[in-house]
C-alpha cells in the first residue's frame, strides 16, 4: 500500500484527550485533522481543522470522514465497530472494525488471547442466568467483571462466595459478564506495540502501573522487573498483534504473578494512559505511532532516551471552588513536564492531565513524583 503523506487529512473518533494528543502528533508532522466528537469542547476540538460535532454513529458525519479522509482511526474502544466496518468501504481505516470489536468484549477479547497461545486469568463466560449455575470454585475469590463498556475500574464487583457472585450477577442486571479469579499481582505491566505489517513492528518500553481506586495513577519506566521479563512481555504483545493481524497501535496489560510469570490481563486497541511517558521519554511517542501506523509508514524506533515516571492528575486535585492545583511547583522543577487536556469540568475521577518526571533513575523520579503529589 502507498505511504499517506501531509498535507493528507486524517480522522479520528473520538476527541477526548487521546484523540487530542493524536491531533497535536498528526498536525506537527504536517497532516490536517478531522475529530468526530459530540462535545462542543472536546480536548481535541483545541487543535483540529475541522470538528465534526456530532454523534460517533452519525450517517452524515461518517460520510464525511469517509469522503474527506485519506485514513481513519479511532481514541476508544467503545465506537460501534459495524460503522467502523462501514467507514473501511471509503476510506483506510484502522485497526481493523473486527479488532475493535474483539477489544469491545471481554468474552471475545479473553478467548483471542488464550486463542494466541498466552495465559489469562482463569475465567468464566457468563452470556446467561444458567451459566452462572455451575461450580464457580476454580474462579473464587474473585471478579465479576461486564463483558462490554466497563473502564478505570467501572462495571467490576468483587465477590467472596458463589452466592455473592451469583448476587453481583442479578445487580449488574443480568448482562454478560466474566467471573475472573482474583489472583495475587506482584505488579502489573503494560506493553504498546505499533505493526502495519508482519515485517514492520516495534514495541516501546515495558511500564509498571500503580493504580489507585481501579484508575491509572503511575506508570513507572523502566518496569522494576527483570529484563528478560520485560522482554517476554514485548514478545507476547507481539504475538498477539500478529494473532490478530493487527494494524496500529495496540496497548497490552499484564499482571505479574507472585512466581515472576505474565498473564494477559486486557489489551486496548490505540494509545494507553500507561504509554504517555512516551510523549517525552522516547524516540517517538505513541500518537505519533498511529499516525505512523495509519499512514503505513515504518513505525519509529522506540528507545527510552530517559528513566521516567509519569503521574495521572485527576479532577481529585483540583479545589471544590474549581480553584486549580498550585502548578507553580511544577514551573520550578525542569525535569517535569504538564500536560493538560483542556478539560473545562474537574470532576471526581475524570482524566485532567498527566506529568512526567525524567530522571537518572527510574527509583529518583519515583521519589520526586511521590514528592510532587503531596505540595500541588
Ligand atoms: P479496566 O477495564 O477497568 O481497566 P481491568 O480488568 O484492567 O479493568 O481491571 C482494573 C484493575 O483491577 C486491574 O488493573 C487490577 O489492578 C485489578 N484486577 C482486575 N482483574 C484482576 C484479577 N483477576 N486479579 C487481581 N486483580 C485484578
Ligand atoms: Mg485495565
Redesign the pocket.
Known sequence: MAAILPPAMLGILGGGQLGSMFTVAAKTMGYRVTVLDPDASAPAARFADVHLCAPYNDPDALKTLGETCSAVTTEFENVNAEAMRALAERTRVSPSGDCVAIAQDRIVEKGWINKAGLPT?PYLAIESVEEIQVDLTPYLPG?L?TARL?????G?VRVQTADEARAAYADLGGQACVL????D?QL?VSAIVTRTSPAQVAVFPVAENL?TG?ILDVSIVPARIAPELAAQAQDMAKKLAEALDYVGVLAV?F?VLADDTLVV??IAPRPHNSGHYTLDACLTDQFQQQVRAMCDLLPGRTDLLSPAVMVNLLGDSWREDGGEPNWAVLAEAPNVHLHLYGKQQARTGRKMGHYTVLSASADAALEQAEALKDTL
Open positions: 486469568a471478579i467483571k466497563g473502564y478505570d475500574g467501572k467490576q475472573e479469579k482474583m489472583l499481582l502489573e493504580h481501579g496489560e499482571f490481563n486486557e
